[in-house]
Structures are given as structure tokens and as C-alpha cells.
């Protein structure tokens, strides 16, 4: 008799936000154009995110962040293959962001709402990690997927509320 199955692992939850802390391959739908910003975490007991929209670094100004912490990043809601799932895709990672903008500035593929992301996490720890994109074939969104986000663009989804501290899923919070 054992005390858990030979193959329990440990559940995990879904969340609001993409996380790939392991290395191997996750398959995204991009869902709509992303908001460019700088974003930061703040010093102090409770660190807190904080952003800025834009492109100009001389244009942020993100308060109780030490400047050299302030990175450039995409902000884009996402289908997540993995969990099923709407998410938010913050991506600070400049290999992702030119690789995805290379496959849109191509006419071939132009805009990535209309075909899967596929990203590869090699290696761990900052020194260690790659990061390799590939578009896969375009094809219709799954009827899932377009569900799923028709009911957050419904609910009033909207990314600009991450800029005060809010959730891009609730009006309210």
C-alpha cells in the first residue's frame, strides 16, 4: 500500500498570467495586438507591478522603481494551449518579441491573431535560458479559444487597466 498513486503530481491552477518557468514548449493564440509599455516592480515590504504605457524609454516614469529594474515589454492577451485558457502575456523577453514581430511584418504571415505561437524554453536561471519562437501553420481559431475570448471581450475585458493596479478580467478590481 502506497501513501499517493505512482503518479500523483501536484495540481496546479490556471491563473490570469502566463508563466514559463520550465523549460519546454508552450503553444499560444495571440488574441489581439499588444500594448507596449515599461514595466517594473516596486521596493518595499509589498513589491507591486507598475507600468507605464509607451514605446520611448525617456517616456516612462514609474514611481519607487529603481530605474535600472524598468524593462521594456509587450502586454497581449493569449489563448494558453496548456491550461485552456485566456491569459495575459507580459513578454519582457526581447527574443520573443523579435521573433513574433519578424513573423508579422512578413506578408506571408502578417498578423499573428491568425495562426499559433509555439515558444521553446531551453535551459534555467537567467544566464542559461533560450528562447526560440516559431509560427505554426495558420488555420481558424479553435471554436474554444474563440469562445472563450468572446466572452472576455463580452465581460469587458481591457488591458489598460493594469496600468492603475487593476485586472484587465474585471471592471471592478
Not at 8 to 32: C, F, H, N, Q, W
Not at 60 to 88: C, F, K, M
Request: glycine fraction near 8%; aromatic fraction near 12%.
Amino acid at each position: 500500500m502506497t501513501f499517493l498513486p505512482s503518479d500523483y503530481k501536484e495540481p496546479s491552477t490556471a491563473g490570469k498570467y502566463v508563466k514559463m518557468k520550465e523549460p519546454g514548449t508552450y503553444r499560444y493564440r495571440i488574441l489581439d495586438s499588444p500594448m507596449t509599455a515599461f514595466t517594473g516592480w516596486t521596493t518595499g515590504d509589498k513589491p507591486k507591478p507598475v507600468r507605464s504605457i509607451g514605446n520611448d524609454p525617456g517616456f516612462w516614469n514609474l514611481a519607487g522603481v529603481e530605474p535600472d529594474e524598468v524593462r521594456h515589454v509587450w502586454i497581449l492577451p493569449v489563448w494558453n494551449y496548456l491550461t485552456s485558457s485566456v491569459q495575459v502575456w507580459e513578454i519582457g523577453q526581447q527574443t520573443i518579441r523579435k521573433a513574433i514581430k519578424t513573423y508579422a511584418d512578413n506578408p506571408k504571415w502578417g498578423m499573428p491573431t491568425a495562426y499559433d505561437i509555439a515558444v521553446t524554453r531551453t535551459g534555467t536561471g537567467l544566464d542559461n535560458t533560450e528562447w526560440t519562437v516559431i509560427a505554426e501553420p495558420k488555420e481558424p481559431m479553435t471554436p474554444e479559444c474563440a469562445a472563450a475570448w468572446d466572452d472576455c471581450v463580452a465581460a469587458g475585458f481591457d488591458l489598460n487597466r493594469l496600468l492603475d493596479g487593476g485586472d484587465p478580467f474585471s471592471e471592478g478590481i
